[in-house]
Structure formats: structure tokens, C-alpha cells
């Protein structure tokens, strides 16, 4: 059994690849998620959703299609923000957003080459969780280094407003902790039903 | 991976996210003390502009000593008010055309041949000198140290 317990694209795997149209229909589905979600949020700021799905995306169907999504879902929400709007901060966050479309791509191929059979749902959870929390960390440090160097001139100061005065990054991380253990597997096993073709559907009920 | 292995990887997977997140507790609480020292240290150099810190010394006439040292007051207070305000409000006197005249301090009065009164230390001299005016009257310096006494002895000092 691996972490990522039912794709199309694994290469392993006897399932019929989805068609190209339902492919990009879900991933589309998902951008939609991201920014639906990520308006919802609003009034909770560094508590969202999106990253979640994206680092979903990255492990469900590679970098690219997660990269997609984050992009789309920070052109969207990133110009439409009632918070403000800066090109070069949008251009940071979404460069930096496929950190978790990476990390779910490593996640992926580390799950195809090793054994992971043995893990618990529990301990699958703590693994997504923890990378999560990792990926956070290094979302924080790189978009903080960057503002810090565009509104201050300055990478340290930037750094040093990630936790003060108010603890954003300490949020961000312990929210996406939170969510990338209850959210991704959620998500994982809808994406294996959608991900399904509909004549398989159709014939194994038919059956 | 067997399940033994399992369990410390898993364990280890938590304690290091534990560790990230109370290490950017600790950083978020160490910043808030340095920026709430900076404001105390500020705010205390805002009120040295607009005080004096004065040392206050009350001698009863059994000879306990009270020091009040340090005692932050607002520029232009008189050593009655300072008294006062050393002493939480514990300080009565008579009122006249010539000044107050303190008849208690702390609770303990002036009765009989005892009465309260009041001395400034002269640094250069290096000795208490014996208050010229009414306690209303003085106006406090910075760093003075003022003493009262309980005595019947007019010639006595702190």
C-alpha cells in the first residue's frame, strides 16, 4: 500500500489512465477549491486551505498540475484581494506556493519507491502533517525573506516580522500541520473516485 | 519499514515538528519581552524628564528607621507632598500662615515633648542640617535625602 493509494499516473498501476479533459476538469475543480476557500478564510489570516490542496495536487498528480493550480489560484486571489495588490509579492508567493506542489511530487515518488505498507491512516496523517509544517516553513522563510527585502530592504527584517509582533508564521505552520493530516487524506480518496473513469464506474455497478 | 521503526520515525516526525513550532513560540515571546523592556526603559526615561527621584528617611523616637528610597516625584513637589506620597497618605499636620506643622507620620504623633522634625543632608559636609522652612515650603531636588525625626531634643539629628 503507499501514501498515494490509487493514481493514474503512478506507473505501476493497472488503472486505465483518465482522460485528458477529466484531468484538467479536476485540477481546474481544484484551483476553484483553493480560491473559494481562500475568500471564505478571509478573516483568518494564514489560515487557509489552499496549501493543502495544492500539496494534494502535487502528490495526486505530479508538480506540474500542482504548480497549475497554485499559480491559477493566486492570479485570482492575489489580484482580487481586498488586502492590497503587488505584483512582485504576488510573483513571490506563487513561485513560492509550488514548494508544496513540490513536496507532494516528492512525497509521491518517495511512497512509489519504498514500502510503505506498514503505516497506520494515523501515521500517514503525522507524515502529511509534518511535511506540511516542514513545507510551511520554508513558504514563510522565502516569501518573508523577499517582503522583508522589498519593503525594508532588508531579508532579517523581513524574517523577524514572520513571528512578531504578531505569530503569522507560528499560525501558518500549526494550521497546515492541522490540515495537511485531516484535508489531504480526505482529498486524496475523492480524487481516487473522480479520478475513476466513468465506464469503469459505470460497469462496476452494472455488475 | 517494520512497525518498531515506524514508531520512532513517526515519534521522531512529531517531537522535530514540536521543536519547530515551540522554537518559533520561544523567538515570538523572547521578541515580545525585548519590545516590552524597550518600552519600560523608554517610558522611564520619558518620566525622568518630569521627576526627581528623592530618599526619604523617618526616624521615630524609639529609633526604627523607615527609608523610602528612590521615591519618583513630579518636578516642584515639596517635601510634604513627597512625604505623603512615600508614605501611602500617612502624614497629618496643622496648617498656619507660617507652613504646616507635621504632628503625625506613619500613624505615630507628636504628643507630649515629641514632635516630628525635619532634616536635609549635606552631602559636602557630609551632615543632616536642620529643615529652615515648613515642610509645604521645601521643594524637593533631584537625588535630596530628607529625614524626619521623632525627638523632644531640639539639637538632635537623624
Same mark, same amino acid.
Given at each position: 500500500?503507499?501514501?498515494?493509494?490509487?493514481?493514474?499516473?503512478?506507473?505501476?498501476?493497472?488503472?486505465?489512465?483518465?482522460?485528458?479533459? %477529466? /484531468?484538467?476538469?479536476?485540477?481546474?475543480?481544484?484551483?476553484?477549491?483553493?480560491?473559494?476557500?481562500?475568500?471564505?478564510?478571509?478573516?483568518?489570516?494564514? &489560515?487557509?486551505?489552499?496549501?493543502?490542496?495544492?500539496?494534494?495536487?502535487?502528490?495526486?498528480?505530479?508538480?506540474?498540475?500542482?504548480?497549475? &493550480?497554485?499559480?491559477?489560484?493566486?492570479?485570482?486571489?492575489?489580484?482580487?484581494?481586498?488586502?492590497?495588490?503587488?505584483?512582485?509579492?504576488?510573483?513571490?508567493?506563487?513561485?513560492?506556493?509550488?514548494?508544496?506542489?513540490?513536496?507532494?511530487?516528492?512525497? /509521491? %515518488?518517495?511512497?512509489?519507491?519504498?514500502?510503505?505498507?506498514?503505516?497506520?491512516?494515523?501515521?500517514?496523517?503525522?507524515?502529511?502533517?509534518?511535511?506540511?509544517?516542514?513545507?510551511?516553513?520554508?513558504?514563510?522563510?522565502?516569501?518573508?525573506?523577499?517582503?522583508?527585502?522589498?519593503?525594508?530592504?532588508? &531579508?532579517?527584517?523581513?524574517?523577524?516580522?514572520?513571528?512578531?509582533?504578531?505569530?503569522?508564521?507560528?499560525?501558518?505552520?500549526?494550521?497546515?500541520?492541522?490540515?495537511?493530516?485531516?484535508?489531504?487524506?480526505?482529498?486524496? /480518496?475523492?480524487?481516487?473516485?473522480?479520478?475513476?473513469?466513468?465506464?469503469?464506474?459505470? /460497469? &462496476?455497478?452494472?455488475? | 519499514?517494520?512497525?518498531?521503526?515506524?514508531?520512532?520515525?513517526?515519534?521522531?516526525?512529531?517531537?522535530?515538528?514540536?521543536?519547530?513550532?515551540?522554537?518559533?513560540?520561544?523567538?515570538?515571546?523572547?521578541?515580545?519581552?525585548?519590545?516590552?523592556?524597550?518600552?519600560?526603559?523608554?517610558?522611564?526615561?520619558?518620566?525622568?524628564?518630569?521627576?526627581?527621584?528623592?530618599?526619604?528617611?523617618?526616624?521615630?523616637?524609639?529609633?526604627?528607621?523607615?527609608?523610602?528610597?528612590?521615591?519618583?516625584?513630579?518636578?516642584?513637589?515639596?517635601?510634604?507632598?513627597?512625604?505623603?506620597?512615600?508614605?501611602?497618605?500617612?502624614?497629618?499636620?496643622?496648617?498656619?500662615?507660617?507652613?504646616?506643622?507635621?504632628?503625625?507620620?506613619?500613624?505615630?504623633?507628636?504628643?507630649?515633648?515629641?514632635?516630628?522634625?525635619?532634616?536635609?543632608?549635606?552631602?559636602?559636609?557630609?551632615?543632616?542640617?536642620?529643615?529652615?522652612?515648613?515642610?509645604?515650603?521645601?521643594?524637593?531636588?533631584?537625588?535630596?535625602?530628607?529625614?524626619?525625626?521623632?525627638?523632644?531634643?531640639?539639637?538632635?539629628?537623624?
Amino acid at each position: 500500500m503507499k501514501l498515494v493509494q490509487q493514481s493514474s499516473t503512478e506507473r505501476d498501476t493497472n488503472a486505465k489512465p483518465i482522460s485528458t479533459a %477529466r /484531468r484538467t476538469a479536476l485540477i481546474a475543480s481544484l484551483a476553484a477549491l483553493c480560491i473559494g476557500t481562500n475568500y471564505a478564510m478571509l478573516p483568518l489570516p494564514n &489560515v487557509k486551505l489552499m496549501d493543502a490542496i495544492v500539496f494534494t495536487t502535487g502528490l495526486f498528480f505530479g508538480v506540474v498540475p500542482g504548480s497549475a &493550480v497554485a499559480a491559477i489560484a493566486w492570479l485570482v486571489y492575489g489580484t482580487l484581494n481586498p488586502l492590497g495588490f503587488s505584483l512582485p509579492i504576488l510573483l513571490t508567493v506563487i513561485v513560492s506556493e509550488t514548494v508544496y506542489a513540490g513536496a507532494g511530487h516528492l512525497v /509521491r %515518488r518517495t511512497s512509489a519507491r519504498s514500502d510503505m505498507s506498514s503505516f497506520t491512516s494515523l501515521e500517514r496523517s503525522i507524515i502529511f502533517g509534518a511535511v506540511g509544517l516542514f513545507t510551511t516553513l520554508a513558504y514563510d522563510l522565502i516569501t518573508n525573506a523577499v517582503s522583508g527585502l522589498l519593503a525594508y530592504n532588508s &531579508v532579517w527584517l523581513g524574517l523577524l516580522t514572520m513571528n512578531v509582533p504578531i505569530p503569522l508564521g507560528i499560525i501558518h505552520e500549526a494550521s497546515n500541520f492541522v490540515f495537511f493530516a485531516t484535508i489531504t487524506p480526505v482529498l486524496l /480518496r475523492l480524487l481516487a473516485k473522480g479520478a475513476v473513469p466513468i465506464e469503469m464506474v459505470t /460497469r &462496476v455497478k452494472t455488475k | 519499514m517494520s512497525t518498531g521503526r515506524n514508531v520512532w520515525f513517526i515519534t521522531s516526525l512529531v517531537a522535530v515538528s514540536a521543536l519547530v513550532l515551540t522554537s518559533a513560540l520561544s523567538f515570538h515571546y523572547y521578541a515580545q519581552y525585548v519590545a516590552a523592556e524597550k518600552r519600560y526603559t523608554d517610558t522611564l526615561s520619558s518620566l525622568n524628564d518630569v521627576s526627581y527621584k528623592v530618599n526619604i528617611l523617618v526616624k521615630y523616637s524609639n529609633g526604627t528607621k523607615s527609608w523610602y528610597n528612590q521615591t519618583i516625584i513630579p518636578i516642584g513637589w515639596s517635601l510634604f507632598n513627597a512625604t505623603s506620597k512615600a508614605t501611602g497618605g500617612k502624614v497629618e499636620g496643622s496648617w498656619s500662615s507660617f507652613g504646616v506643622f507635621v504632628t503625625s507620620i506613619n500613624g505615630v504623633k507628636g504628643v507630649g515633648p515629641d514632635y516630628w522634625l525635619w532634616f536635609t543632608w549635606d552631602a559636602s559636609k557630609k551632615e543632616w542640617v536642620s529643615g529652615p522652612t515648613g515642610a509645604d515650603s521645601h521643594i524637593m531636588k533631584q537625588g535630596e535625602t530628607v529625614a524626619w525625626l521623632l525627638t523632644a531634643d531640639w539639637t538632635a539629628t537623624p
